[in-house]
């Protein structure tokens, strides 16, 4: 599970800061960061792992990207054989939302 979760954390596009209204709905408590769930059966393991992607980055490539580079490092760094790795997105981040609007008064 580490070593997924350091994949993830890795993969340009996964992770940031959630914004406050994705907070308050309930859509994502993990605060922008991955999570990773494994299980190993054998020589094999399966991954379900659930990410944020950074708005405006393209959805699918980020889990793309991210699905593949979890698959070459669990692989080399273990040597177990990854049957399957799925993504779930939980939310979009958006830089900078954490911040609160409005303008600076001087």
């Known amino acids: 599970q580490k070593i997924a979760l350091g994949a993830l954390e890795e993969t340009e596009g996964v992770g940031g800061t959630t914004g406050t209204v994705g907070r308050m709905l309930g859509r994502d408590d ?3 960061h991955p999570r990773v769930e494994a299980t190993v ?3 094999s393991t399966r991954i379900d792992a659930r990410i944020s992607v950074a708005y405006p980055s393209p959805v699918a490539a980020v889990c793309d990207r991210a699905r593949a580079h979890v698959v070459r490092q669990v692989e080399a760094l273990t040597g177990l054989s990854v ?3 799925d993504v779930v997105v939980t939310a979009l981040t958006v830089p900078g939302a954490a911040r609160p609007a409005g303008r600076e008064l001087e």
Do not use: D
């Open 83 to 85: 049957a399957r790795v």
């Open 41 to 43: 059966s054998g020589r």
């Open 30 to 32: 993990s605060g922008g």
